[in-house]
């Protein structure tokens, strides 16, 4: 590095102009002329022959200037160092060039890279839309189900009458028609283990729960006079035929006990016998009432 002769500035050792004032660098690089003293030459004398001595390799160092990134020159192409102000090649003015320099066109390999990237997110995004379809496909039956959940837990039970009703057997004076009567005092006589009684509907509802009476009555003294069911399987057919097994297991006491279900478009319900308590010879198995809940 020199600097300049007028300003002062620091300029690299191939600038031929100043970066900060553009003065021309090339007068400071010429030999000054000799003044008259200088030029004076000694008269030759006589000298005593000498041996001739071998003139001293001179070591020179040669620097590399680094390579300067900036703009280049808008009139010799020249690129400068972003702090300058003239190009050091032909002083052209650089801070209006700086700010109009055209943008360097890309290479074929950048507009290819950045093709792949459009092609790359365009397979990701699709990718993540086949994963959502897929997802919400396989779980639409939970989804639905939660929602049902939701509306069973913030609605009204309300009851629901069957419009028909029949079983495998039945004891004398002892119907299917008497589990349905509103009376607990009255109840299903069933042979025993395996029987069935079955109620119908006429129109499809969301079947909330049941409510079962066991025994020949409410009343703890006659409860026991009869056998009494403890294990029942609650088959449930849809309005599509589709039908749905509810276990059903209860306590021995008498009163009513609840079983919840939650199954949409009910059209039949059989309860069948799995498990009974106190069955002996020349006692049947009693049923004393059923009800059927639906939501409001």
Partial sequence: MRPCPVCGTLVGESD???????????????????TAEESTVDEPAPVQPARPVAPRPVRST???EAPVDGVPCPNCGTTNPPDRRYCRKCA????????????????????RRDGSGRLARALVLLAVVLALAVAGFLLQPLGVRLFQDVLDKTSQAVPVHPSGERASAESPGHPAAAAVDGATNRYWGAPGKDAWIEFTF??????????????????PNEFAAQARPTQFDVLVTGSDGTVTTVPAPLADRPGPQTVQTGISDVVRIRLVVRAVAGFAPGKEVALGEVEFFQRS
Avoid: K, M
Wanted: aromatic content about 10%; charged content about 15%; hydrophobic content about 30%.
């Fill in 202 to 219: 006429d129109h499809p509802f969301r079947l909330l729960s049941l409510i079962i009476n066991t025994g020949a009555s409410t009343t």
């Fill in 92 to 111: 052209t003015p650089l801070t209006e060039a700086a700010q109009a320099a055209p943008p360097r066109r890309r290479g074929w390999w950048s507009r």
């Fill in 16 to 34: 031929e102009f100043c970066g900060n004032c553009g003065s021309y660098l090339g007068w400071s690089q010429q030999q000054q002329q000799p």
């Fill in 62 to 64: 040669q620097v590399t």
